[in-house]
């Protein structure tokens, strides 16, 4: 079930509107994601 709530929140972060609950949870992951996103 975890793994389906990623999906989307990366999704999401992709856009620049990570939820806020995941927000403190993808900062790590957010640096990651504007690279290959860039």
Not at 14 to 35: C, F, K, Y
Request: glycine fraction near 6%.
């Amino acid at each position: 079930m975890i793994f389906e709530r990623i999906a989307p929140e990366q999704h999401d972060t992709l856009d620049g509107v990570p939820e806020p609950s995941e927000t403190p949870r993808l900062v790590g992951h957010d640096q990651a994601a504007n690279m290959l996103a860039s």
